[in-house]
Nanobody
Framework: QVRVVESGGGLVQPGGSLRLSCAAS????????MGWYRQAPGKQREWVAT???????SYQGSVKGRFTISRDNAKNTVYLQMNSLKPEDTAVYYC????????WGQGTQVTVSS
């Protein structure tokens, strides 16, 4: 079955950190650019970060310098290290292929609140 499974979310105080993981089927992951996206309550899903198959990364301006995307090609897994979290980072986080995305997974909830 072709799919992605996100994990690692939770409740964290402002300024805290979380590390999200996305385990993908090999057919999705191998050789493909992967991205993290998020959807806050009442808002549309938005792009957060991308990592190309060779490791080049790019970030949305609001997370640049705080979030780091990485990938482990041996494990078909993409990570998102999130530091200095802010309440406005609260959202459900998803991962997917950058090009020709597949059906979205269930995502993982990140809540930043004191």
């Amino acid at each position: 079955q072709v799919r992605v499974v996100e994990s690692g979310g939770g409740l964290v105080q402002p300024g805290g950190s979380l590390r999200l993981s996305c385990a993908a089927s090999e057919s999705i992951f191998s050789g493909n650019a992967m991205g993290w996206y998020r959807q806050a309550p009442g808002k549309q899903r938005e792009w957060v970060a991308t990592i190309l198959s060779g490791g080049v990364t790019s970030y949305q301006g609001s997370v640049k310098g705080r979030f780091t995307i990485s990938r482990d090609n041996a494990k078909n897994t993409v990570y998102l290290q999130m530091n200095s979290l802010k309440p406005e980072d609260t959202a459900v986080y998803y991962c997917n292929k950058l090009v020709r995305p597949i059906s979205w997974g269930q995502g993982t909830q990140v809540t930043v609140s004191s």
